[in-house]
């Protein structure tokens, strides 16, 4: 992952105080609407404290709320309203994709930032399928997650180029329309022009998201209903 | 297989294709006649099955002449028209006899023959020529039954110590992402912490801490992936067969030239996993022992079965060992889901290739 911004770019940066930091799986409101609020969600309590810690140094990030599982990840996101949630794709039962879909279907979803120890190719293109819009290796977390949480905020996509070959092979597992919405999604077509150029509402793309990342077999426990369209 | 061909029977006469004796009169002589049977020159220490029933029958022909001539006295026969009756009779019963025997000793030399090359490393062989129809068919019926369940026992335990290995493995590498992998990655966290808040000097040497860091979790990373290839069971076969070659060059610098079938049919989970094993082990050997910067890794679906191979342009198998734990391992793993390893020279050109061959059902 190529590094896009570094530093001093938090919407109106250097206004919070980082406070003490709250006892794991608490949550609290976010103080100072003008720093980004971030959701971590992880279920190992060493990488957990270890994020914390690190976005609370930050004096343009404020950990508003911290979860261990995907669902409760997800009723945080919807009570905190939080600006950006950092992700691990694995996540025990669930992973990174589902709470994706999720806080993606939320009235305010917050940017999404996935990180996993097998950041490939293929999770590149269901990150890209499931809405998120960056996607980590472990080894990178630091100083770049900090830039790229603070890029997504601002509205940037930094999900990594997949090969042809990838897109190929995940294509042919697709019905023909969805084909084409992979194709656009992985381009990074914005959302909005997907959906005119497709004739989409937000809810019809919403489900076709969820649906295509069923067929990828990308949801754990969750089989495609079989609507192939045509 | 190759059997008809090789099989010689040990008398030294040219055997017709059938096994019968053939119906030359020098060939009928009484004592058993000339040919002596295979038993004379290998020095066991009894008569062969063709010798006793020769004797047998003499034994019996010879009563009955005894009974002719002298207990019920033909009075009523020339002498010339009882001696031609016996010598004709004589003559008759040998030849049936001898076709009888060389019917029933024939095949068995074959079996014989048969059952000293089966190879337990090359399964499925079977005589070719079993049936209910003669004793000796009987027995190589039974003979191939047994093969069949030694077989069958063969692949059943493989299937079971490779099962427990592959489970071993998965908890191996779940236990090195979960336990080992987070650590790291909580260390990495703390370190990037740090690092903002030292002076100038020690920046460095915390940033030598953080490379290391990482380089350890992509081991960490790499070494579950090799012991569980998530590829395998989230993209499938062909896939993991791609990501497997590119991270080996990635690796040893040996490039690996692919010719992937994308369109293979419906794999089991478990010949998925045998298949990647045995070109997994087969890359490693190359890596090991071949010397060479390239490799061919095909897979290709074609007359009912898969064929793997993984073909190496270094030295071929004149300095490394024929038999290895490597190449026995690729063979149980064959036997498991009954295909077969082969590991020898290519066709042509230099080097050696494992050549993996599984029946599709």
Not at chain 1, 112 to 123: M, P, W
Not at chain 1, 126 to 149: D, F, P, R, Y
Not at chain 1, 206 to 218: D, N, S, V
Not at chain 2, 32 to 39: K, L, M, Q, T
Request: proline share 6%; hydrophobic share 40%; with cysteine.
């Amino acid at each position: 992952m190529t590094r896009i911004l570094d530093g001093r770019s938090g919407p109106e940066h250097g206004s919070a105080v980082p406070d003490a930091l709250p006892p794991n799986g608490t949550t609290r409101p976010a103080p100072d609407t003008r720093t980004t609020t971030v959701l971590v969600v992880d279920d190992h309590p060493a990488v957990r404290w270890g994020l914390v810690q690190l976005l609370e140094d930050q004096p343009d990030l404020k950990v508003a709320a911290v979860a261990t599982n995907a669902e409760v990840a997800v009723g945080l996101a919807e009570s905190e309203q939080v600006d950006v949630a950092v992700v691990d794709y694995q996540l025990g039962g669930r992973n990174g994709l589902w709470v994706t879909r999720k806080l993606r279907a939320l009235a305010v979803p917050p940017r999404i930032v996935i990180f996993s120890a097998f950041a490939n190719d293929h999770l590149a293109a269901n990150c890209a399928v499931a809405g998120a819009h960056a996607l980590l290796s472990k080894s990178s977390l630091g100083e770049e997650l900090c830039s790229t949480i603070r890029s997504v905020a601002h509205g940037r996509v930094m999900l990594p180029r997949v090969p042809p070959a990838m897109v190929q092979l995940l294509r042919s597992r697709l019905g023909p329309q969805e084909e084409i919405t992979f194709g656009m999604l992985l381009a990074g077509i914005p959302e909005p022009e997907i959906r005119r150029a497709l004739g989409l509402s937000e809810e019809d793309l919403c489900r076709r998201r969820t649906q295509m990342l069923a067929r990828l077999e990308a949801l754990p426990g969750e089989a495609p209903r079989d609507t192939m369209s045509s | 297989m190759s059997d008809h061909s090789d099989v010689q029977p040990t008398d030294g006469e040219p055997r017709s294709s059938n096994g019968q004796a053939h119906s030359s009169g020098g060939e009928v002589r009484p004592a058993g006649g000339e040919p002596g049977g295979p038993a004379d020159e290998s020095g066991r220490g009894y008569l062969p099955l063709f010798g006793r029933i020769v004797l047998a029958n003499l034994a019996v022909l010879l009563g009955a002449c005894f009974v002719i001539y002298v207990i019920v006295t033909p009075a009523r026969l020339s002498k010339l028209a009882t001696d031609e009756a016996l010598v004709v009779t004589l003559c008759l019963v040998t030849l049936v006899n001898l076709i009888l025997v060389r019917r029933v000793v024939v095949p068995l030399q074959q079996l014989t023959l048969f059952a000293r090359r089966v190879d337990p490393a090359q399964p499925g062989t079977r005589f070719p020529d079993a049936g209910a129809h003669s004793e000796a068919g009987e027995l190589a019926l039974t003979f191939n039954e047994m093969l069949e369940r030694l077989e069958a026992e063969r692949a059943q335990s493989a299937r079971s110590v490779l099962g427990a290995h592959e489970g071993e493995r998965l908890r191996v590498a779940q236990e090195l992402h979960d336990e080992v992998g987070q650590t790291l990655t909580a260390v990495l966290l703390q370190l990037s912490r740090v690092h903002g808040r030292v002076d100038a000097e020690l920046g460095p040497v915390l940033g030598e801490a953080q490379d290391a860091v990482r380089t350890s979790l992509e081991d960490v990373r790499r070494i579950a992936t090799e012991l569980r290839p998530e590829t395998l069971a989230e993209l499938g076969l062909v896939s993991a067969l791609a990501t497997l070659s590119e991270n080996f060059s990635r690796r040893t610098g040996i490039a690996v030239s692919q010719e992937l079938q994308p369109d293979l049919p419906a794999l089991t989970e478990e010949t998925e996993l045998a298949v990647y094993r045995v070109a997994q082990e087969a890359l490693t050997n190359v890596a090991r022992h071949a010397g060479t910067d390239r490799t061919d890794l095909s897979l290709l679906d074609g007359t009912g079965q898969l064929t793997l191979v993984v073909r190496d342009y270094g030295c071929g198998l004149n300095g490394s060992p024929r038999d290895g734990n490597g190449i026995r391992g690729m063979r149980e793993r064959a036997g498991a889901i009954g295909g077969s390893v082969r590991v020898g020279a290519p066709t042509q050109g230099p080097g050696s290739e494992v050549r993996l061959q599984v029946p599709l059902s």
